[in-house]
Structure formats: C-alpha cells, structure tokens
C-alpha cells in the first residue's frame, strides 16, 4: 500500500480546490522498473483524479450526479499502475493502455459512478489523458499544461506550482459559460435563501403572477398575498378538458393511432393538474376564511405561495421544471392552450410540436417510431430516431411534415448549433442557452443509421438533468464527439 503524501498546501487554502488534489506518493516514486514511464503516468493519473474531483463545482454541467471521488480511489489506481508496470509480464511488454483505461474507468473510478452519461464523461477523460500519446514530452492536458519530462519528486511540484494556469472551465474541457452559470445558480440560491428571510409585510403589486391590478396598500401581511396569489391563479386556471367528448370523437380505427393516444394521455394528466391547483387553492380560501380547518397541507401551500415556489403538491402532479411559481404558472397557461390546438385540430399532427410542452415527451418520441413501424410494416425494436437539424424556426413551419414529426422549443447548453455549417460549435461568451431551430425526427432502421461524424447528445427536461433524461438525438459535429461530452453539451427542453 502506497501512503500518501499531500503537497505543501497554500496558505488560506480553499478545501477542495485544484492544488489540494495534486496528490504524490512518495515512497515508490523512484521504485518502479519502468521509472520514467511510471512517472509520466502517475502524474496523468494525479491531473486525471483532480479534474474528476473538481468537475463537481460546475453543478449538473459537471456531473448528472454527485459521486464521493476520494484519495483513496487515486492510493488504489496508484498501487494497480505500479503492479502492472513491475509485473513480471509487464517490464518488457508494451503498455497496456486498454486495461488501465479499463481499470480506472469501469471499477477504481467508475465504481462510483451510476448515471451511464457521466460514465461517457469518465471515458473521455481516459481516452484524452491514458494513450500512446501521452508519454511525449509536452502532451497537453490541458490548455498551457503540458506534460513535463522525467522529473524527481520536488521537481515535479515545482513544475506543476511553475506552470500550471489559473483554474478555469478550460482545465476541465468546459467553456466559460459553465462557470458563468454555476455562479448565476448559485446566486440565485442565496436570493431565493434571502427572501425567505424577509418580514412578513410585502406589497402586493410583488406578485409576479399576471400582472396583476395595482392596489393602492403599501404592504399587506402574507395571509393577503397568499389571497391574492390565488384568485390570480383561479381567475386564469383554464377549464379541464371534456375526456368524454374526445373519446367519443375518437373512432376505433384512429384510436390506435400513436399521436392520437398521446394527445389523449397529455389531457388527462392535465386534468389531474388542473384539479388539483383548483380544489388545492380553494381549500385555503376556505381556511382563510375560517369554513375549513386550517391543516398543514394548507399551511406547506401558503409558504409556498408566499415565497414565490410551486407548492409540493402540485409538482408531484406535474412535470419536472424549475421555474419559480409566476414563470410555472405562465408556463403551464402556454402547454394548455398548445394542447388545446392539439385536440382541437381532430388530434392532427401540428406543423412544429413543443417538444418540452408535453408531459411525457418520452411518449411522443415512442408515437414516432411507433408510427413510422405501423406504416412501413417494421420491427420497432430495429427502428431508431433519426434527427434532422432544419435552418428554420417554428413560426416558419405551416404544413405537417409527411413523414415523421417536427419539434421545436429545445435549447443547447455547452455548445450552439450553427444554421450556415450545419454543425454543433462552441457557444459565444455569456450566451448560455441558444435555442435549437426546428429539429425534423424521423424513424428509420438502426443498422441504416450514419453516426460518423455525429454526437449523441442527451435530451434533459430541465437544467438539473440527472434523472430528467428524456433521449439521445445524433448531431453532426466537425468536432471529435468526445469534445461534447467532456464540454457537458446538452439539450434542454426547460431554461
């Protein structure tokens, strides 16, 4: 067992920060009977351990999950590097850069991790940094870092203090615009954290739901904001839908139609989500009032409202999306009217589908291969979706495609989509959140489909990602794909 020796750390240090996993072992550093290799690789391992350490600052871009990376995943990858290099097999025998990327990624390190996207991240990193490559003199690791020749110990650390840049979204692969968002979350943590440390007393022209008709009162008690805020939202609650009539509308023979089944669940849930917003508001009217008893689903209700947040209840009938409750409820008014058009065109295909408007945009996904399979008379478990990325927005869309459906609404994180290349690229400065032009899917057989040159980039519901994976749309990309998947590129359906 290799012990542990940390470098000198800087005065002040932050816990956590880069120089502070910049771990060395000492004792056997000059052991190894392939020294200079060793070296070279021990030090690809140590860069390699702090940026999966560190890549967490960067929240979901980093990683869809949190994983407790320690130093004893590196003391254990250490030991597996030095056995392998002195076995007796392995003095004389080329590297074997497979097992070690192997090794590291799918048991030392990859024993951690459980989301199959961040296993991608892992890979990548191992493919970029553990390679035949790597042991030339110079071989970059970074931007500015690159790999230093055969060094004893203190040599070493006066190299990485020497050379090292300052810590940047670029030591890890990430564009600027990472930290830019890290920060603006967390900012917006600390003010959401803030105002619920505000007095009770507020003014009622705060609600930012509907804009609502200025009252001439200077502050009110949040029993009277809470009042407010929800006859707000009872005046504008649209009417559920009639399930009857579209039922009855349904002929047996479109009623096997995937899109149209699709259309019908999407009513339902929102009428399950209607009903609750609805007899949840009235219920605490009633207990300010005094005609009911006030309870604690009243009182986790009020705060909620109070504070601007979608009450518990009601996500748990919804949809992911993180939005503070005025943007929630403006929102949930645009994915009724745009059901409403859906149902109300006799379940017809809209020329452009807002993807990131349904509440189950996995079915609709499904509806498309089921659709294209039904109609060419194919096995669905042979079909994929194929994605073809238009130059043009939703407004320019009248007609529904023939084959296939168009979807619009997406938004791409870590990257922008280039209308005159046809291409995924870096994004610009600040510019978080590009939208996507309109995407045309289309379902064809898996052995047919061209991944050369194409990324495949996950599709989240929401900029939390984790669990909100919704499916994989292959882009084209001048870029070698394992770019995206270290920069974090995504799609997003919610911003």
């Given at each position: ?10 005065e ?5 920060s880069w120089n502070k996993?910049q771990i060395?072992?000492n ?7 392939r ?11 140590c ?7 560190e890549r967490?600052?960067?929240?979901s871009?980093?990683?869809n999950?949190?994983?407790?990376f ?9 030991n597996?590097?030095?056995n ?5 097999g ?8 497979d097992?070690l990327?192997?090794?590291f990624?799918e048991?030392?390190y990859g024993?951690?991790?459980t989301?199959d ?8 990193y191992l ?5 035949s490559?790597?042991?030339?003199a ?5 931007p500015g870092?690159?790999m230093p020749?055969?060094l ?7 190299y ?13 692969g ?11 979350d967390?900012s ?6 803030l105002?619920l440390?505000?007095?009770s ?12 008709v200025e009252?001439?009162?200077a ?8 009042r ?8 504008k609650?649209?009417e559920?839908f ?22 019908l669940?999407e ?5 399950v989500?209607?009903?609750?917003v609805?007899?949840s508001l009235?219920d605490?009217?009633k207990?300010?009032?005094g005609?009911?008893?006030w309870?604690e ?7 909620s409202?109070?504070?601007d947040?979608?009450?518990q ?5 919804a ?6 409750l005025g943007s ?17 065109s ?6 452009t ?5 349904l ?26 979706i194929?994605?073809e990325?238009?130059?043009?927005m ?5 007609l529904?495609?023939?084959?296939g459906?168009n ?9 922008r ?8 690229v ?6 978080l ?5 309109v995407i045309c ?7 047919k489909?061209?991944?050369r040159?194409s990324?495949?980039c ?7 990602r984790?669990?909100?994976?919704v499916?994989?749309f292959?882009l084209k990309?001048?870029?070698p ?12 359906l919610?911003?």
């Open positions: 067992m290799f012990p542990l020796l940390s470098e000198q750390e800087v002040n240090e932050v816990e956590g996993n060395w072992l004792e056997t550093f000059d052991s190894s009977a020294e200079g290799e060793f070296k070279s690789l021990l030090f690809t391992l860069y390699f351990h702090a940026v999966l350490t967490k600052k960067f929240g871009q980093g990683w999950f949190p994983y407790p320690n130093d004893s995943d590196l003391l254990i990858s250490a597996v590097l030095h392998h290099l002195d076995s007796e392995g003095r004389s025998a080329v590297i074997p850069w097992d990327r192997f090794l990624g048991i030392m024993g951690h991790i989301d996207k961040d296993r991608k991240v892992c890979s990548a493919n970029r940094f553990f390679n490559e790597q042991l030339e110079d071989y970059p690791l970074c870092f690159g020749p055969a004893d110990y203190e040599s070493y650390h006066r990485v203090d020497e050379n090292l840049p300052g810590e940047s979204p670029a030591m890890y990430l564009h600027s615009n990472a930290e830019i968002g890290c920060l603006t967390a917006n943590s600390l003010l959401r954290a105002h440390l505000e007095p007393t507020v003014d009622t022209n705060d609600s930012p739901l509907l804009n609502p009252v001439s009162v502050a009110a008690p949040n029993e009277e904001k809470i407010q805020i929800s006859e707000d939202i009872l005046d609650i649209p559920e009639p399930m009857a009539d579209l039922y009855g509308k349904v002929s047996e023979e479109s009623c096997v139609v995937p899109f149209t089944a699709v259309a669940q009513c339902e849930r929102m009428n989500l209607l009903q609750e609805s007899t009235r605490i009217e207990g300010l009032k005609d009911l008893p309870n689903e009243m009182d986790e209700l009020g705060e409202l109070a504070s947040a979608v009450p209840a009601w996500t748990a009938k949809y992911p999306s993180l939005l503070p929630w409820f403006s929102d949930l008014l645009q994915r009724h009217k745009a059901l409403h058009h859906w149902v109300a006799e379940f017809a295909l809209p020329p589908m807002w993807l990131g408007g509440f189950s945009p996995q079915s609709f996904l499904t509806a498309v291969i089921q659709t294209s399979g039904r109609k060419h008379d194919l096995p669905l478990d042979k079909l994929s194929h994605c990325v238009t130059k043009k939703a407004d320019e869309f009248l529904t495609p023939r084959e459906a979807i619009c609404g997406l938004y791409m994180e870590g990257g989509w280039d209308f005159a290349a046809g291409c995924i870096d994004p610009l400065l600040k510019d959140h590009p939208p996507m032009p899917l289309k379902s064809v057989l898996s052995d489909v061209d991944v040159n990324y495949s996950p599709v989240y519901r929401t900029r939390q984790g669990s909100t994976f499916w994989e292959p990309t001048n870029e794909p394992e770019k995206w998947v270290i920069a974090g590129t995504a799609l997003l919610q911003v």
